[in-house]
Antibody, heavy 121, light 111 residues
């Protein structure tokens, strides 16, 4: 069974960048889209963007365009999400989530454990 | 403000049924049968409960069911159990420019 294991918690200064990793183990990686979803404290889920590793194509939510970069390393089955120009409102738990089917939009069936990113001066 | 509208909270007694609504627009819920529902317990990652409006992943209880009418999708939980108490989020595909939008979440309390 595929598992997504994310990197550990981060504390960042306003204006800096953070890069969170999401490593897949136990199954196919490259042909499944990986999305990044964040959740601010006490708030709902927010989709940030996705990547299909085998195609190297990333799509971003308009809100994060220009500030987020999602990449993937097929050789290590790891996806990355880098968010720049951090502000306090970016304080959240960041999740990676894998699509239910290969190369097909359906839903997110496997989630990472989440990475807490705190932005504070 | 979330793209999809859900009630902030719902409640029910053990054994009862509840329904959570998820209202979108003709650009998302109304246009695609790609509505999914996620259950999230405190401090945990979301779990897929329903996909493509009404399909259940393997291992999800048949007490959970989904439907859609127009721009509104619904999640129904029958035979409420204490472990169903959690937050529930709907999600819909919204086209190739926006991709995925979530609802604001509904807190289910089992009385």
């Amino acid at each position: 069974q595929v598992q997504l294991v994310q990197s550990g918690a981060e504390v960042k200064k306003p204006g800096s960048s953070v890069k969170v990793s999401c490593k897949a183990s136990g199954g196919t990686f490259s042909s499944y889209a990986i999305s990044w979803v964040r959740q601010a404290p006490g708030q709902g889920l927010e989709w940030m963007g996705r990547i299909i590793p085998i195609l190297g194509i990333a799509n971003y939510a308009q809100k994060f365009q220009g500030r987020v970069t999602i990449t993937a390393d097929k050789s290590t089955s790891t996806a990355y999400m880098e968010l720049s120009s951090l502000r306090s409102e970016d304080t959240a738990v960041y999740y990676c989530a894998r699509d239910l089917s290969e190369l097909e939009l359906r839903a997110f069936d496997i989630w990472g454990q989440g990475t807490m990113v705190t932005v504070s001066s | 403000q979330s793209a999809l509208t859900q009630p902030a909270s719902v409640s029910g007694s053990p054994g009862q049924s509840i329904t959570i609504s998820c209202t979108g627009t003709s650009s998302d819920v109304g246009s695609y049968n790609l509505v999914s529902w996620y259950q999230q317990h405190p401090g945990k990652a979301p779990k897929l409960m329903i996909y493509e409006v009404s399909k259940r992943p393997s291992g999800v209880s048949n007490r959970f069911s989904g439907s859609k009418s127009g721009n509104t999708a619904s999640l129904t939980i029958s035979g409420l159990q204490a472990e169903d108490e959690a937050d529930y989020y709907c999600c819909s595909y919204a086209g190739s420019s926006t991709f995925w939008v979530f609802g604001g979440g509904t807190k289910l309390t089992v009385l």
